[in-house]
């Protein structure tokens, strides 16, 4: 089946530091998601990109869709403590029954 | 509140029961689904329903066995529940099929088989 490599696997950063992460697939999607999972709750969504090259800002978070389309990423500007959580890519592929395909998260620690 | 909502959020029970999580949906959705979330925290697809009807069906244990009454609902049946079920279960749903209609999730059930 479909696989997303996701790295890194987790951060620690300090506060007001940029964060970037990225996922990576063997092939090709027509949707890139970004969400956000915290503790005790789940996955929501920050960012969905839908063209190839796209980039996409929600406030300071900033996605962009590769223009291979096997590739995205997400950056976290001036991190703050709130964004403590675990991202998650998932991509949408052409294939039927519009299969959601998740990497295997980014655990996001963020120091003060 | 418009939300995905499912019951219990925690279940604690024995191998060998049988037990239900139960999913609701007030977003006007017709598109739910069922994951499964892993001590890896990685989240994989059991279920997918559209409009009542069975779109997706991963390579699950037949003892999983998902109803949905209406477009709103989504249930999870597990029979005869083994260690290795003990997991967090995410009910989720869209505005149909298409590519930009993304997934709304639940808050999860944590499951724990004893």
């Known amino acids: 089946g479909q696989q997303l490599n996701q790295s890194p696997q987790s951060m620690f950063i300090q506060e007001g530091e940029d964060v970037s992460m990225n996922c990576t697939s063997s092939?090709?999607?027509?949707?890139w998601l970004w969400y956000k999972q915290d503790p005790g709750e789940g996955p929501v969504l920050l960012i969905a990109?839908?063209?190839?090259?796209e980039l996409t800002s929600n406030g300071r978070l900033t996605a962009q869709f590769g223009i291979t389309r096997k590739d995205s990423f997400l950056n976290i500007s001036a991190s703050i403590p709130s964004d403590v959580g675990i991202y998650f890519c998932?991509?949408?592929?052409?294939?039927?029954?519009?299969?959601?395909?998740f990497g295997s998260g980014t655990q996001l620690t963020v120091l003060p | 509140d418009t939300a995905v909502s499912q019951t219990p959020k925690y279940l604690v029970t024995q191998m060998g029961n049988d037990k239900s999580i139960k999913c609701e949906q007030n977003?006007?959705?017709?598109?739910m689904y069922w994951y499964k979330q892993d001590s890896k925290k990685f989240l994989k697809i059991m279920f997918s329903?559209?409009?009542?009807?069975?779109?997706i069906n991963e390579t699950v244990p037949n003892r999983f066995s998902p109803k949905s009454p209406d477009k709103a609902h989504l249930n999870l049946h597990i029979n005869s529940l083994e260690l290795g079920d003990s997991a967090v279960y995410f009910c989720?749903?869209?505005?149909?099929?298409?590519?930009?209609?993304?997934?709304?999730f639940g808050n999860g059930t944590r499951l724990t088989v004893t």
């Open positions: 092939s090709i999607f027509n949707t």
């Open positions: 998932a991509g949408i592929s052409s294939g039927s029954a519009r299969q959601l395909t």
């Open positions: 989720a749903s869209s505005l149909g099929q298409r590519a930009n209609s993304p997934l709304h």
């Open positions: 990109l839908y063209k190839a090259g």
């Open positions: 977003l006007g959705h017709d598109t």
């Open positions: 329903y559209n409009n009542k009807e069975l779109i």
